[in-house]
């Protein structure tokens, strides 16, 4: 009989078929960075297919720390639940984390597709939780708890990493919280599922350190965050997770991202080795060598410059 290995954390992650290859590239990374802990993943998808699940599964075969689960996700349950052009409904699948994971679960580790990890998570592991229902880090300067009425002493938390504390967040029925704060908040969130976090949580969770939670201004060289070049500089060097919010995603060619050749290398890894960008053409790759050599603040100018030449070329 097979050893059943037990799993010293539990992971969630959510999307659909077209997000498969950010996951596995994530899960490569978390992997190859914690070869000491048994992960239990869970994998909410409202659409997938045989094929994405099967190059999923086999991207993570060789792994022996991981069992790994693709659960589907009923899609009529997001019927109605405000969104904005820049997210899909899949944003808020992560509020019924409590029906992915037994009873006796006390603490799952979410992660968006779009990070990279590049350390130990232990201790995500060990964090004292007490009675708060999650632990996430804060984006510092964000104005939101203004807009949303609430205390800006208690900050505003980015939701692409969360330590979720499954007794807290059963207790008080988190899910249906947020789900009925999500309804009444229509036309009134910009990240629809993190605004409703925050509102319904931002005095119940414990404040991470940047380096769990590195979201893409930490490495531009200009940026609008509330911190000292110092304090940037210490993130940066001793990231632990890399998250690539915003638009400047690590699968486009035109990423300038430092991060992206790690993403790249995880992808190198799994059943998606070899996929070409879709904005990879001859102009861009034109382009990409412009800003590399000028800096990407004048990456504006750059594009303008190209725009012309297209249009003046014979």
């Given at each position: ?87 899909p409904s899949e944003i808020y699948v992560r509020f ?108 119940r969770y414990v404040r991470l350190d940047y380096v ?103």
């Amino acid at each position: 009989m097979q050893e059943v290995k037990q799993a010293n954390a539990h992971i969630l992650m959510c999307g659909d078929a077209g997000y498969f290859q950010h996951i596995a590239a994530c899960l490569v990374s978390l992997l190859e960075s914690n070869k000491g802990i048994q992960f239990s993943v869970v994998v909410a998808a409202t659409r997938s297919s045989e094929e994405s699940n099967r190059k999923l599964q086999g991207s993570l075969r060789r792994y022996k720390n991981i069992d790994l689960r693709v659960v589907h996700f009923d899609p009529s349950c997001l019927a109605g639940l405000p969104l904005t052009t820049a997210y899909p409904s899949e944003i808020y699948v992560r509020f019924w984390v409590e029906h992915y994971f037994a009873e006796d679960v006390d603490r799952v580790i979410y992660l968006d597709g779009d990070t990279v990890i590049t350390g130990s998570i232990e201790p995500l592991l060990a964090l004292d939780m007490g009675e708060n229902v999650l632990a996430a880090v804060q984006i510092p300067g964000s104005d939101r708890p203004q807009r949303f009425g609430y205390d800006p002493k208690f900050g505003y938390f980015n939701s692409g990493v969360m330590v979720l504390n499954l007794p807290q967040w059963r207790a008080i029925n988190a899910k249906e919280l947020l789900v009925t704060k999500a309804y009444s908040m229509t036309g009134k969130l910009n990240d629809p599922d993190q605004d409703v976090l925050n509102i319904c949580f931002h005095d119940r969770y414990v404040r991470l350190d940047y380096v769990w939670n590195a979201i893409s201004p930490f490495f531009k060289e200009m940026n609008h965050l509330a911190l000292t070049k110092t304090e940037i500089a210490r993130v940066v060097r001793d990231v632990r997770i890399v998250h690539f919010n915003g638009g400047a995603k690590p699968w486009h060619y035109l990423c300038f991202h430092p991060y992206a050749k790690e993403y790249l290398h995880c992808v190198s890894k799994t059943e998606w080795r070899g996929f070409r960008p879709s904005d990879y053409s001859a102009i861009n790759i034109i382009k990409k060598k412009i800003i590399s050599v000028l800096g990407e603040r004048r990456s504006g100018m750059v594009s303008s410059v190209v725009r012309k030449f297209l249009a003046t070329a014979p």
